[in-house]
């Protein structure tokens, strides 16, 4: 009767068991929804986490904002996070689960591409502006803070003026597609590395790499 009466009132369960908040975690994948996206600069983020689950044989099923998969880990609970609000609405679906998971800040990561690293770089951070990034400044604005761990993946600017949406929202060149699956294979470890092993020495270990 009560779990009848949350649901009434709009009160939803969290899809984890109830343990130590500080084993659970939230990596959110940024990209945008629909098959003309797919396989676009700007969809690295749902790309990862599709490699993950690819890796893991998990399975991303629909949910609020998003479509969600679990990953178990060691002891630790993982919500692999793509939001469906598109990109410059992610900070709406990167605040429900958190809450809706009770998953402290310090336990985000989120993944996203990025225009001032050259292709293929890899670097985890701790905090730091947008920097003009539409999906990292949503979640700024919503989360009322700069201070969480955010993953980058370099996608270069090899672009004219004026060019940067055309360049972001392109599909990868031949030679970027070439080395793509060895990017997305040492991705998959830095998202495990942050969950185990935490975001410092997953810093020192991958940062550049």
């Not at 998003?66 to 939001?83: D, M, N, Q």
């Not at 730091?128 to 999906?135: D, F, V, Y």
Request: hydrophobic fraction near 35%; charged fraction near 25%.
């Amino acid at each position: 009767m009560f779990k009848f009466l949350k649901n009434l009132l709009g009160f939803e369960e969290p899809i984890l068991e109830e343990v130590d908040p500080m084993k659970k975690y939230l990596i959110v994948g940024l990209g945008n929804i629909g098959d003309e996206y797919a396989e676009t600069r700007h969809n690295i983020g749902f790309k990862i986490l599709d490699a993950l689950a690819d890796q893991r044989a998990l399975d991303f099923k629909t949910q609020k904002l998003g479509e969600v998969a679990i990953h178990k880990l060691k002891g630790r609970s993982i919500v692999c996070l793509k939001p469906s609000t598109y990109m410059n609405l992610s900070g709406k679906a990167v605040r429900y689960w958190l809450e809706k998971e009770k998953i402290p800040v310090q336990n985000l990561l989120v993944i996203t591409d990025d225009i001032n690293l050259p292709y293929g770089t890899l670097r985890v951070k701790t905090k730091g502006s947008h920097g003009g990034h539409n999906g990292l400044k949503d979640i700024q604005h919503v989360l009322q803070t700069t201070q969480y761990n955010r993953f980058r993946f370099g996608v270069g600017a090899d672009f004219g003026k004026g060019r940067q949406v055309e360049y972001v929202l392109g599909t990868w060149n031949e030679e970027e597609n070439s080395k793509l699956k060895g990017r997305l294979e040492k991705s998959v470890e830095i998202i495990e590395s942050f969950v185990l092993s935490g975001v410092a020495r997953t810093m020192n270990q991958f940062n550049g790499t």
